[in-house]
């Protein structure tokens, strides 16, 4: 096979094509699919991904590909076709699809060098290879490609005594230090401390350290925790009972502390009743999606360590979805405390680098289970035993640029692949996940009782209308102040949530209503009180907060709305002896403060956590016996038809962090519209009613999960022009569609300028429509060149997630 098919980094249109190139005599069987390669495309040279291989092209005067940028490939087989499938669900390219399930270090700049595995002798290379690393364990990649046996290298890549090693610039100078590992098993270290003489009690807790713990931890935090000694552990190390070595300190948060041991939980009788379908779809390797509906404290996450459990015994492997927000460090201890370093963690606060390691040891098939956000959903296993994807409803999990995937999508499709089970869980399912459990597409596992025998709290719902009739004009009700005040006296904590999605602090003048707007998009500006400026959440415009209205002179201008901080003020004002957390976008802006303030408020440093959407998930803190919603409905207002829905989850997730443990909870809510269902139901926590009610406005509606939505949304500096294609595009669709369908257009998308560019959409219901992905395709492509030369933007998103 000496010609390869390459998809270009080019996209485009005209490019989202295979090229064939002829690969050069030196690089035939080093060359493989799902290996990226440096081609040249017209006077360029660019990068490529190789597709497939094969003897012979339809085109004749192939060039030569220039070399290969890997060794092994980034991208499996089963990936490739992935690759496939997402370009045709999503109309993206095939270079978008292939780029989005690498890790972002292998597209960032790198340098790249060649060097011998860790464990391995520089003796145990023989021949070439042996005299290409003779005194030296590394050599750059240049002088790799041009050693004259780049075959042999790759060889030795594949067994594992060799690799490649990228390096992102700019993080060169790492600092590095030592860390201790147990080298044998569990069971061997137990019988090899046992036979520890008397006086070596300095080894002998170092052993038992390890047999407690597991994973890795620093060799200074070993000998601070149990008083042993380096040169105990040295000869620990010599007799081969521990391993010693050197790591380049992360910054990660998460990596840098060891986990206790867990153990499985004896299941209760439901917990076992979920589990079993799950284990035996697993046991017999047959793929089916099941949704594990069970309320919060149910024990989903024991379902789903068991179920990994099992799947680990199979040989095989797992991948866990949680929302980036609660990919917390006490979610990703539960799952290291079981299975220890055999689980990898993918999640932003990693920098490129350290993403980019997570990923090697998948690939490298050093661990068993990835834990991590949408993204981990491309985990490149190749023996998959469950994918699992925890509050499936959560909007993260659909990627809102290009390719517009729903991790969901892309579970089911790799299930099928591997012939696995994938598990959605949730206490408050999507609707559609809802809806295909009732018409039995999904297998429906329901889990109906709290563990810890704790009951769901006691929830209060306050209208806020009646406290400003009674002459309350604080942001506090009464009953709310009243619980706090007893929550300080009992040494209780509190958690206050502030939704302030949809409305923040805007400014108005209050002579003449003058909303102070961002220039540059259809918005208004929120008001930053720590630098007293405005800014615009959407493309960065910011001003100095002006004292006199720009329209009206009135100097009565004064700002809206709620911030944390303001209501941080107000506490100190009304409760000055309370000991306040606040936790934000500007609070957790840094690396690791997220978990610092969670910490702190753990270790009851302070009475009250104060926050946005970000502590609504995975807190579990016994003290927490009130849950305070400052303002229930900002969210219910949003021009989206998911809102009610949106509102029922929050609110519902909120609830549950009161009362987990021994000590009852209670929840306020303080609303304008107490009478709204999404908001009585979650007071109630009544899914099921939530659920038969909202179904029924989504029929009236023609809404999903009745119809399925598909949305253009045309962008451009020019109104008209921005109209008149949006129009066009409208009357294009609605003569080629069937009369079932409703194609909603041309009208201003909800947020109708970004950046001083217009945004108006076109909105398609549809419940069939076999040609409409073929049409949007071509609406796209009919508009490209257009968008090469004068900017026009088309987006189109299949299931969208986001209206705005
Ligand atoms: P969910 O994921 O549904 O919110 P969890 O799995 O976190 O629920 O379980 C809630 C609590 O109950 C956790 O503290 C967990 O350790 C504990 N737990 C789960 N299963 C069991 C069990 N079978 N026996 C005792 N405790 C359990
Ligand atoms: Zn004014
Ligand atoms: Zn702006």
Redesign the pocket.
Known sequence: MNIASVIVDVPAKQTDREFDYKIPEKWVSVIKPGMRVIVPFGPRKVQGFVSHLKEESEHSRLKYLEEPMDLEPVLNPELLKLGDWLTEETLCYKISAFQVMIPAALKAKYEKYIKVSDDVQEEALSGEIGDLFKGRDRIDWKTALNSGSPSKIQNEIMKGNLEVVYQVKNKLNKKRIKYVERSISLEEIEKYAAALPQNASKQKAACDFFISHSGEITLRELINQTGTTASSVKSLVEKKVLREYEKEIYRDPFENRVFTQTKP????AE?EEALRPINDSINTGSDGTFLLY???????????LQAIDNVIKHGKEAIMLVPEISLTPQMVQ?FKGRFGNKVAVMHSGLSVGEKYDEWRKIQRKEVKVVVGARSAIFAPFENLGIIII?EEHETSYKQEENPRYHARDVAVKRGQYHGCPVVL?S?TPSLETFARAQKNVYTLLT?RN???SSILPKVDIVDMREELRGGNRSMFSKMLFEKLTERLEKKEQTVLFLNRRGHSSFVMCRDCGNVMNCPHCDISLTYHRSSHQLKCHYCGFEVPMPSHCPECQSDYIRFFGTGTQKVEEELGKILPQARVIRMDVDTTGKKGSHEKLLTAFQEGQADILLGTQMIAKGL?FPNITLVGVLTADTMLHLPDFRASEKTFQLLTQVS?RAG?HKLPGEVVIQTYTPEHYSIELSGQQDYDTFYAQEMRLRKFNKYPPFYFLALVTVSHEDLMKTVSVTEKITKYLSSGLSPESVVLGPAASPISRVNDRYRYQCLIKYKREPELKRMLKRIVEHYQKESNQNGLQISVDLNPHMLM
């Open positions: 939980f004896v299941l209760t917990q069970g309320i919060t404290g149910s024990g989903k996450t024991e379902i789903y539960r925890d869980g206490a889990l709290r563990l810890n579990d549950g987990r």
